[in-house]
C-alpha cells in the first residue's frame, strides 16, 4: 500500500513538473526571436517527418476497419452502415489516437534525443550564456508546432482511413460506394469532428510537452549519464507519451459523450 | 568599461561532496587571471558559478562599475556583459560556422539587424581566419577550427568580461600557444578581461596577468605569476611553477 502511494505521488510530482515545464516553453517562447520563422520550422520538422507514415498507417487501418465492419454488419444484415461505423471510429478515436502515436515513435524519439544531446554537450549551457532562454528556445517552438501539426496529420488519417474503408468495402467487398459515402456524410457531425481535433490538440501538447522535457533534463538521470542517459530519456519519452494518449484518450472522450 | 568584480565565501557542495568552500577573488577591468589546479578542484564549477549556470550554496558575486570620478555603482554581472567559451566549444552541429557564431546577436538580449550581423560575423571570421569555412558545419571542421569558432562566438557580442573554460584541451602544443596568442591579443584588441581555467602550467603564465590557485575548496594563492617564486612552501611552490606534483606532496 504505502509503496502504491509512492508511485502515485511520484506520478503526481511528474506529471506537474511537466505540466511547469510546457507552461515555461509556451510562455518563455514569447520572449524568443524570430518566432514564426521557428514555429514554421519546428512544423515542417515534425510533420513532414511523419506524413509519409500517417498515410500509410491511415490507409491501412481504414482497410482493416472497412474489412472487420464488413464481415461483422453482413451477419446482421447492415453492411449499408459501413460508412458510419468506419468514419465515427476513426474520427472519433482512432484518428487522434494512432496519429498521435506515430507522431511519438517518429518524431518525438528524435526531439527528446536531439535535445537530450544539446543538453550533454553544453550547448543548452552556452545558449543560457548568451542571454538565450534556453528552454524558449528548444521547447516552445516545438510545442506550438505540435499544436499545429496533429490537426493536420490527424485529418489526413482520417481522409485517407476513409479511403481505406471505401477500398475494402466497396472496392474489394463489393458494396455500394454512394450508400459509403452518404452514410459518412450524414453520420459525421460536428461534435464528432470538435472531439476529434480537441483530442489531436490535446495529445500535441502533453505527448510534445513531455518528449522535451526529458530531453532537457536526461542529464538528471541519476543512473544513466552521456549517451546513455539520453537513449533512456527517449524510451521513457516514447512510453510516458503513448501511455498519457490512452489515459488522455479515455478522458476526453468521457468529457465529450 | 572599469569595473570589478568581488566573488565572497563561494560555496557549492553536490550532495555531501563540497566543491567550492568559500572562495574568495577580485577580477579587475582587462586582466587575464588563471585559476589553476589539480583536476576535480572545480575550477569549471567556479566558471560555471560565475556565470549562473549552476546556483551557489552561499556566498556573493558582486559587481561594480567604477566612474571617472571614481565612484562606485553596484551594477549586475549580466549588465557588464560576458560570455563563456566552454571546454568542449557547445558549437551547433547543425548550424553552420556563421551561424554559431551569429547566434548570440540574433538570438541574444540586444539582437542586431541581419546586415550588420552578416558585417560583424564576417568580419570576425575575418580577423580569426576562418572566412573560408564560415559554411561548413563544425563536423566537417578540425578541432583547432572549431575552438577558432567558439572563441568567435565568445568574442561577437563584444563583451566586458570572457570564461574560458580549459580553452586548450585536446590542442597539441603549436595550437595551444595559437590559442593563449589569440586571447592575448584579443584582450589587447577588445579589451576585455578573462578568467582562464587552466592546466597548462607554465605556459599559462606568459599571457596572464594573475594566478588563482584553487585547493581544497579554497584559493590558496592569488597573484602575479612571478610572485609564486616568493611562497616559502616547497612543494606548493613546485607545483605552480611546474603544475608537478611532487612526491613529497602525494
Given at each position: 500500500m504505502k509503496s502504491l502511494l509512492i508511485i502515485l505521488a511520484n506520478f503526481v510530482r511528474e506529471l506537474g513538473a511537466i505540466l511547469l515545464f510546457i507552461n515555461k516553453s509556451l510562455i518563455a517562447f514569447w520572449v524568443c526571436k524570430n518566432r514564426l520563422k521557428k514555429i514554421i520550422q519546428s512544423t515542417l520538422e515534425i510533420?513532414?517527418?511523419?506524413?509519409?507514415?500517417?498515410?500509410?498507417?491511415?490507409?491501412?487501418?481504414?482497410?482493416?476497419?472497412?474489412?472487420?465492419?464488413?464481415?461483422?454488419?453482413?451477419?446482421?444484415?447492415?453492411?449499408?452502415?459501413?460508412?458510419?461505423a468506419v468514419s465515427l471510429s476513426l474520427i472519433r478515436e482512432l484518428g487522434p489516437v494512432l496519429t498521435a502515436l506515430m507522431i511519438v515513435g517518429q518524431s518525438g524519439s528524435a526531439l527528446c534525443s536531439e535535445i537530450g544531446i544539446q543538453r550533454n554537450g553544453e550547448q543548452v549551457d552556452a545558449l543560457e550564456t548568451m542571454g538565450i532562454h534556453s528552454i524558449g528556445f528548444l521547447s516552445g517552438p516545438r510545442l506550438y508546432a505540435g499544436l499545429i501539426s496533429f490537426p493536420i496529420l490527424t485529418a489526413f488519417f482520417d481522409l485517407i482511413g476513409l479511403l481505406g474503408g471505401y477500398f475494402s468495402?466497396?472496392?474489394?467487398?463489393?458494396?455500394?460506394?454512394?450508400?459509403?459515402?452518404?452514410?459518412?456524410?450524414?453520420?459525421?457531425?460536428?461534435?464528432?469532428?470538435?472531439?476529434?481535433?480537441?483530442?489531436?490538440?490535446?495529445?500535441?501538447?502533453?505527448?510534445?510537452?513531455?518528449?522535451?522535457?526529458?530531453?532537457?533534463?536526461?542529464?538528471?538521470?541519476?543512473?544513466?549519464?552521456?549517451?546513455?542517459?539520453?537513449?533512456?530519456?527517449?524510451?521513457?519519452?516514447?512510453?510516458?507519451?503513448?501511455v498519457l494518449v490512452l489515459v488522455f484518450d479515455y478522458l476526453i472522450t468521457s468529457f465529450l459523450l | 568599461m572599469n569595473f570589478q568584480i568581488n566573488i565572497k565565501g563561494l560555496s557549492k557542495h553536490f550532495g555531501t561532496n563540497v566543491v567550492l568552500d568559500g572562495v574568495d577573488l577580485q577580477i579587475t577591468a582587462e586582466t587575464i587571471t588563471a585559476v589553476i589546479g589539480k583536476s576535480g578542484t572545480g575550477k569549471s564549477v567556479l566558471l560555471k558559478l560565475i556565470a549562473g549556470i549552476l546556483e551557489k550554496n552561499s556566498g556573493t558575486i558582486e559587481c561594480t562599475k567604477i566612474l571617472e570620478s571614481g565612484e562606485a555603482i553596484p551594477i549586475s554581472f549580466n549588465d557588464i556583459g560576458f560570455s563563456y567559451m566552454?571546454?568542449?566549444?557547445?558549437?551547433?552541429?547543425?548550424?553552420?560556422?556563421?551561424?554559431?557564431?551569429?547566434?548570440?546577436?540574433?538570438?541574444?538580449?540586444?539582437?542586431?539587424?541581419?546586415?550588420?550581423?552578416?558585417?560583424?560575423?564576417?568580419?570576425?571570421?575575418?580577423?580569426?581566419?576562418?572566412?573560408?569555412?564560415?559554411?561548413?558545419?563544425?563536423?566537417?571542421?578540425?578541432?583547432?577550427?572549431?575552438?577558432?569558432?567558439?572563441?568567435?562566438?565568445?568574442?561577437?557580442?563584444?563583451?566586458k568580461v570572457?570564461?574560458?573554460?580549459?580553452?586548450?584541451?585536446?590542442?597539441?602544443?603549436?595550437?595551444?600557444?595559437?590559442?593563449?596568442?589569440?586571447?592575448?591579443?584579443?584582450?589587447?584588441?577588445?579589451?576585455?578581461?578573462?578568467?582562464?581555467?587552466?592546466h597548462d602550467i607554465p605556459d599559462v603564465y606568459k599571457i596572464v596577468d594573475s594566478v588563482a590557485w584553487l585547493d581544497e575548496g579554497k584559493i590558496q594563492f592569488f597573484g602575479k605569476p612571478e610572485n609564486i617564486d616568493l611562497i616559502s612552501e616547497i612543494p606548493i611552490r613546485e607545483y605552480l611553477k611546474t603544475g608537478r606534483i611532487s612526491s613529497r606532496n602525494l
Open positions: 510533420g513532414c517527418r511523419c506524413v509519409f507514415i500517417v498515410l500509410i498507417i491511415g490507409l491501412f487501418t481504414g482497410m482493416v476497419m472497412g474489412l472487420q465492419m464488413y464481415y461483422t454488419l453482413i451477419k446482421f444484415g447492415a453492411d449499408a452502415a459501413l460508412g458510419t468495402g466497396c472496392v474489394l467487398m463489393g458494396l455500394d460506394g454512394d450508400i459509403y459515402w452518404k452514410k459518412v456524410f450524414y453520420s459525421v457531425q460536428f461534435i464528432d469532428v470538435y472531439g476529434g481535433f480537441i483530442k489531436s490538440v490535446c495529445f500535441g501538447i502533453f505527448t510534445i510537452g513531455i518528449c522535451t522535457y526529458e530531453g532537457y533534463y536526461a542529464h538528471l538521470n541519476s543512473s544513466y549519464k552521456g549517451i546513455q542517459g539520453v537513449t533512456q530519456a527517449a524510451t521513457k519519452a516514447v512510453v510516458k507519451s503513448s | 566552454f571546454q568542449n566549444n557547445a558549437l551547433f552541429d547543425s548550424m553552420t560556422a556563421f551561424e554559431n557564431v551569429a547566434l548570440p546577436l540574433i538570438e541574444g538580449n540586444n539582437p542586431l539587424p541581419k546586415e550588420k550581423v552578416k558585417e560583424k560575423v564576417n568580419h570576425l571570421l575575418e580577423q580569426l581566419d576562418l572566412a573560408s569555412s564560415s559554411n561548413r558545419y563544425p563536423g566537417e571542421l578540425s578541432g583547432g577550427m572549431n575552438k577558432r569558432i567558439a572563441f568567435a562566438r565568445a568574442l561577437v557580442t563584444e563583451p570572457v570564461l574560458f573554460d580549459e580553452p586548450t584541451t585536446g590542442l597539441d602544443p603549436e595550437r595551444k600557444f595559437t590559442v593563449f596568442d589569440m586571447i592575448e591579443k584579443y584582450r589587447n584588441l577588445f579589451g576585455f578581461s578573462a578568467l582562464l581555467v587552466s
